[in-house]
């Protein structure tokens, strides 16, 4: 069974500061997505990492994907009220079905 | 691009009566969709894979009877709760998946189910 591990679980920080979510797992990913959900709403997409190594940017977020395809993270410069959720990655094992991990919630206080 | 689209948002039903959650994909046709649960505070749990014009393929310990699932269309998939009851509120939230080999998948904004 392929389980992806988040952390922190919870994250609460000022505006302004600089934060780093992991997710983690021991099974390769042909694909890893990064979704961030509000209260009430479905998970949006903010990304996909392929390639081992990849490291893309998306304004202040820079997402990697590790060489191995087995961890990636989700660093935030500067973070603003707005970036206030539940941020989730999801893997992509080679089948349709997408593994999640349990989610990162994160506060930011102005 | 890649709008999904779910109803209601929010619907309230008394024990023991069906409620039916539409999930609809906009601007694209998709395959395949997905039907998830998520509890409060939780992550998303995966209930089934809808495959259209085939019957859905049901995750370990989801009551396929209890959960209908109908992908009648390239666009529309619809979850049925039978017989509700109270541990059937929920948050459900359907996905569609694109038809490129990214797996990304695009999430509608949910529905809040309550069952008195």
């Known amino acids: 069974t392929q389980l992806l591990e988040q952390s922190p679980q919870f994250l609460s920080i000022q505006e302004g500061e600089n934060l780093t979510v992991y997710c983690n797992s021991s099974s390769v990913f042909s694909s890893l997505q990064w979704y961030r959900q509000e209260p009430g709403e479905g998970p949006v997409l903010l990304v996909t990492?392929?390639?081992?190594?990849e490291v893309k940017k998306l304004k202040r977020l820079t997402f990697q994907f590790g060489d191995a395809r087995k961890d990636s993270s989700l660093h935030i410069t500067a973070a603003q009220t707005g970036d206030t959720g539940l941020y989730l990655c999801a893997g992509a094992g080679g089948s349709e079905k997408l593994v999640f991990g349990k989610g990162t919630k994160l506060t930011v206080n102005p | 691009g890649a709008v999904v689209s779910q109803h209601p948002s929010r619907v309230i039903c008394k024990s023991g009566t069906s409620v039916k959650i539409e999930c609809r994909s906009l601007d694209f046709q998709a395959t395949t969709m997905f039907w998830y649960r998520q509890f409060p505070k939780q992550s998303l749990m995966l209930m089934a894979t809808s495959n259209e014009g085939s019957k859905a393929t049901y995750e370990q310990g989801v009551e396929k009877d209890k959960f209908l699932i109908n992908h009648a269309s390239l666009t529309l998939s619809t979850l049925t709760v039978t017989s509700a009851h109270p541990e059937d509120s929920s948050f459900y939230i359907c996905?569609?998946?694109?038809?490129?080999?990214?797996?990304?998948?695009?999430f509608g904004p949910g529905t809040r189910l309550t069952v008195t």
């Open positions: 996905s569609a998946e694109t038809s490129d080999s990214s797996y990304e998948q695009y």
């Open positions: 990492v392929v390639t081992g190594g």
